[in-house]
């Protein structure tokens, strides 16, 4: 059994593919964390990894201007996931360390 992590932007496109394969993995037996957004949060459990939340991360904008950004301001949608991955940091880095994933 293998200790397997999923890291997904908050987008559904990125994130719906990945759950066939997460069900899969678990089906045959390997330990599966997936850090990703509430709004995700019950499809991963069910396809049956172990949810992490980052909304906590996400930088202070407002829906309407996340909105505006999405698909539309690349540089801003990456610098959003640049600054979100870097406050995750420590976090994810300790919990990995200590969950030793292969």
């Known amino acids: 059994m293998?200790?397997?992590?999923?890291?997904?932007?908050?987008?559904?496109?990125h994130t719906n593919p990945t759950i066939p394969v997460v069900a899969e993995l678990v089906a045959r037996g390997h330990q599966?964390?997936?850090?990703?957004?509430l709004v995700f949060q019950e499809k991963i459990e069910r396809a049956g990894a172990e949810f992490e939340a980052c909304?906590?991360?996400l930088p202070?904008?407002?829906e309407k201007e996340l909105k505006k950004?999405?698909?539309?301001?690349?540089?801003a949608l990456i610098e959003m996931?640049?600054?979100?991955?870097?406050?995750m940091e420590e976090k994810v880095c300790a919990e990995l360390h200590e969950w030793q994933p292969d």
């Open 60 to 62: 202070d904008t407002s």
């Open 55 to 57: 909304d906590e991360f």
């Open 81 to 87: 996931m640049v600054d979100t991955t870097i406050a």
């Open 32 to 37: 599966v964390r997936y850090y990703s957004f």
């Open 2 to 13: 293998s200790k397997i992590v999923f890291f997904s932007l908050p987008a559904h496109g």
């Open 69 to 75: 950004k999405a698909g539309r301001d690349f540089a």
